[in-house]
């Protein structure tokens, strides 16, 4: 699991960056310019990608917690094994969980700012105090570029260590059906 997030992580990331470097070519995009308007749009869709993508991410490692902690549950019961791992795993995951939660909130609040920015928007967003509405959505995407790549870190390494307790139960069951006879 660790390869592929890793390799999903990394093209989310790489994306995000993509996006928000699409997005500083932009300039003053209040300008009457079509060029401008262009750069707009251009940016646009691949904000909408990489946002969508880096959700997918965070997605499939909550669903992944969520399969292992059932998984560790169930053969713990059948195997009447400690709940040691499964208590462990269970820790790891709702750690975890405040950071993605943040991440996510994030990339749609980035995602809600870049809308609202854009000056052919209803939205009618102005900005806040000394800050145009562009200004904002440039410091909030810089600050979820960081948190999200620091949050993709925790994730790997949760990742690691749930994977390790995955592991030690495989050889739990796989030591018991061998002392019983069972096939391995």
């Not at 399969?67 to 499964?86: H, I, N």
């Not at 994730?155 to 050889?171: D, I, K, M, P, S």
Request: hydrophobic fraction near 50%; glycine fraction near 8%; charged fraction near 15%.
């Amino acid at each position: 699991m660790t390869r592929i997030f890793s390799t999903l992580a990394i093209f989310a990331q790489l994306a995000l960056g993509a996006a928000f470097w699409l997005g500083w070519r932009i300039g003053d995009a209040r300008a009457h310019e079509s060029a401008a308007q262009t750069r707009v749009d251009v940016h646009f869709l691949p904000g909408v990608g990489a946002l969508v993508f880096a959700l997918l991410v965070h997605a499939l490692v909550i669903t992944y917690f969520m399969g292992t902690g059932r998984w560790l549950e169930e053969t713990a019961a059948a195997y009447r094994l400690p709940a040691s791992s499964q208590s462990r795993s269970r820790d790891l995951k709702w750690r975890l969980y405040p950071a993605i939660v943040a991440s996510l909130t994030l990339l749609i609040l980035t995602g809600a700012l870049g809308a609202a920015a854009d000056p052919a928007s209803a939205v009618g967003f102005k900005g806040i105090g000394p800050w145009t509405a562009a200004q904002v959505h440039f410091i909030v995407a810089l600050v979820t570029l960081g948190i999200n790549a620091t949050v993709n870190v925790y994730e790997y390494l949760a990742l690691c260590r749930n994977g390790r307790l995955v592991e030690e139960t495989l050889q739990d069951v796989r030591r018991i059906r061998t002392e019983r006879g069972l096939e391995v």
